[in-house]
């Protein structure tokens, strides 16, 4: 009988450590919210600045993100949304979130963020979602609402 305690128990703690070993490895390689945060404030300080090719730098490389593009993005924003992401906008309080260690849209890990932000007197809605999978790191997708 004490055999059998004995192998009961030293089977619970391998798989207990199993268990562990496991849950540490899947938190490895996603985005993680405070780099989300990071990504989306980096875009607005660059899209402030006008710097073009720096917000561009911030994008995954399957974005295939130009500073024409950027440029682009951010008029029409200031003509269809009414707020010009070139005058300081900052983020006033994340909305929501949504993330996945594994998309397998993206092939990777994805974090999407959302958050209320506001430039002059407007403000605006805004959406960054954040991937890494094996082509890269960076910012995928990028919606402004009113």
């Given at each position: 009988?004490?055999?059998?305690?004995?192998?009961?128990?030293?089977?619970?703690?391998?798989?207990?450590?199993?268990?562990?070993?496991?849950?540490?490895?899947?938190?490895?390689?996603?985005?993680?919210?405070?780099?989300?945060?990071?990504?989306?404030?980096?875009?607005?300080?660059?899209?402030?600045?006008?710097?073009?090719?720096?917000?561009?730098?911030?994008?995954?490389?399957?974005?295939?993100?130009?500073?024409?593009?950027?440029?682009?993005?951010?008029?029409?924003?200031?003509?269809?949304?009414?707020?010009?992401?070139?005058?300081?906008?900052?983020?006033?309080?994340?909305?929501?979130?949504?993330?996945?260690?594994?998309?397998?849209?993206?092939?990777?890990?994805?974090?999407?963020?959302?958050?209320?932000?506001?430039?002059?007197?407007?403000?605006?809605?805004?959406?960054?979602?954040?991937i890494r999978n094996d082509r890269g790191y960076g910012i995928f997708k990028v919606e402004c609402n009113p």
């Amino acid at each position: 009988m004490n055999k059998t305690k004995t192998a009961t128990r030293i089977l619970s703690v391998l798989a207990a450590l199993l268990l562990l070993i496991t849950s540490l490895t899947a938190c490895s390689g996603g985005v993680t919210r405070e780099e989300a945060k990071t990504a989306m404030d980096s875009l607005l300080t660059a899209l402030d600045n006008e710097n073009y090719a720096e917000a561009a730098a911030l994008y995954h490389p399957d974005a295939a993100m130009t500073e024409e593009l950027l440029a682009a993005l951010a008029e029409q924003v200031k003509t269809k949304v009414g707020i010009d992401l070139t005058e300081g906008a900052t983020v006033e309080k994340i909305t929501g979130i949504s993330s996945s260690y594994y998309d397998s849209t993206v092939g990777g890990s994805r974090y999407e963020l959302t958050a209320k932000i506001k430039a002059g007197d407007k403000t605006a809605s805004l959406t960054v979602e954040v991937i890494r999978n094996d082509r890269g790191y960076g910012i995928f997708k990028v919606e402004c609402n009113p």
